[in-house]
């Protein structure tokens, strides 16, 4: 390739990334009464990314009314899977939802796990333009998220039996690039998962070696916490704003009350008291007070509730070096011209902890303490995971293996309608069973009502008082 055509066709695809990049929203890119479908495989499957950007949604904008669905399937490529074609996951699996937005992630599978391979890339380029032009076709104005393939792990993985040049995230990356173009081309919004995760996995092998092979372990599925970079990823492109709060209180006066309103404001003996009612609740970041598996059970199993004495140094870790708080949950109080050296706070009654008049002055972030309002978030976490497996539950014990649909591998849902079984009993079986699925479906809205007023900030008495 000469120096002209390599210039231009790099010059080319500088402008369309930028393309796909303007397409970022100036303002949160989730609008009231949208409803969200996370399509994608196995590790969107594992639901924790979602679930976490549908807890922040609700924490955040506790008013805002939007649904969402995960309808990830282990094993999946464009083409569709074990669960059916791409014609019949989409025709099942999304449509019937109507989502305005559908992120779509895609391409671990699709690359299949050995050296670039042009025919293979040709398939999945030929299969994500399809599956791109079939939710355009079907959900008229629909806003489509593509998501870049989240990293193959730099752990040993002993089931790769052959090694190559740049790696299976070598081949990722190649896939990565074609979904810029796609995104840029279609004028479509692009996230990427595998830069920022990667990033972070470095960081920890120079900081903490022991903690970088938990952001991926095994190489291919995030562990709980390796998503909340995911859900990190896709919020900050959504334009995802990182305050909850900002107070400011200075001589008696409130100097600053950002999406809050400060009351009751007193001061006498040295402490100063008063009331806030906010318009958010920090983000309640799943794994940090508790133990969530890699693979959460499929049947029944409920989110773990937080021991917020307990910190998972693994999460931690990985909040750390991700900078979350920062980007993504800022409940900032600043306290100036206090007299002693050190004040106890309290909100509710519950002590918050001890701080120093030189800490308080210069601002804390609330987001890393145990409030009252952080326990209200968790709840609210708590309620997205039960709802979300509700669904799962309906979705892949009842509805898919009515319709003949298992996974290859033991231990999946199976349901035999032959050996005797006539054929009207058969579709007996198969209507019932779809009427329970609707039945179930059908109690996913009021749940989420639920946790929307779960969300609902109170009115929470804050106190400093002065350690004598």
Request: aromatic share 12%; glycine share 8%.
């Amino acid at each position: 390739m000469t120096f002209t055509r390599w210039f231009s066709a790099s010059l080319l695809l500088a402008l369309l990334f930028a393309k796909a990049l303007a397409a970022a929203p100036s303002h949160f890119f989730l609008r009231n009464g949208d409803r969200v479908c996370f399509y994608g495989d196995s590790i969107t499957e594992q639901r924790f990314y979602a679930v976490a950007v549908e807890t922040y949604l609700i924490t955040r904008f506790p008013k805002l009314k939007v649904d969402f669905v995960d309808s990830g399937v282990a094993a999946d490529r464009v083409t569709g899977g074990w669960a059916g074609s791409i014609e019949v996951r989409l025709k099942r699996d999304v449509y019937p939802f109507k989502p305005t937005v559908v992120t779509i992630m895609l391409g671990m599978n699709d690359a299949s796990y050995r050296p670039f391979d042009a025919k293979i890339f040709d398939t999945y380029k030929k299969g994500y333009e399809h599956l791109v032009d079939a939710l355009q076709a079907h959900l008229p104005g629909v806003r489509i998220v593509i998501i870049g393939p989240s990293p193959f792990g730099p752990t040993p993985f002993v089931n790769i039996k052959h090694r190559f040049a740049g790696g299976y995230n070598g081949v990722l990356q190649r896939y990565d690039e074609f979904d810029k173009q796609l995104a840029a081309k279609d004028h479509l919004f692009y996230v990427d998962f595998n830069a920022p995760m990667l990033a972070v996995i470095k960081k920890l092998q120079a900081t903490e070696p022991q903690l970088a092979s938990q952001v991926i372990p095994g190489r291919i599925h995030p562990s709980a916490a390796g998503q909340l970079l995911m859900a990190e990823a896709l919020l900050k492109r959504w334009n995802a704003p990182a305050m909850v709060t900002k107070v400011a209180i200075s001589g008696g006066n409130v100097k600053v009350a950002d999406n809050t309103k400060v009351t009751n404001l007193q001061t006498a003996d040295g402490s100063i008291r008063w009331t806030q009612l906010d318009g958010s609740l920090p983000f309640p970041m799943l794994s940090l007070h508790a133990v969530w598996p890699q693979f959460p059970p499929e049947n029944g199993w409920q989110a773990p509730q937080p021991k917020f004495h307990f910190i998972n140094p693994t999460t931690e870790a990985i909040i750390h070096a991700g900078h979350l708080y920062r980007e993504l949950d800022q409940e900032h109080l600043q306290v100036a011209g206090l007299t002693a050296k050190r004040y106890t706070l309290s909100i509710n009654g519950q002590s918050v902890g001890a701080f120093s008049a030189a800490s308080l002055s210069g601002g804390i972030n609330l987001a890393r303490y145990r409030t009252p309002m952080l326990m209200q978030a968790y709840h609210v976490l708590a309620m997205a995971w039960n709802r979300t497996q509700v669904r799962f539950y309906a979705w892949r014990y009842i509805q898919l293996p009515i319709a003949g649909y298992s996974p290859p591998w033991s231990g999946g849902p199976k349901l035999i309608l032959f050996g005797g079984v006539g054929a009207a009993a058969r579709t007996i079986v198969r209507a019932d069973g779809e009427n329970l699925v609707h039945a179930i479906y059908a109690t996913l809205p009021d749940m989420l009502r639920a946790e929307r007023e779960a969300a609902t900030p109170l009115a929470d008495h804050y106190q400093l008082k002065p350690v004598k």
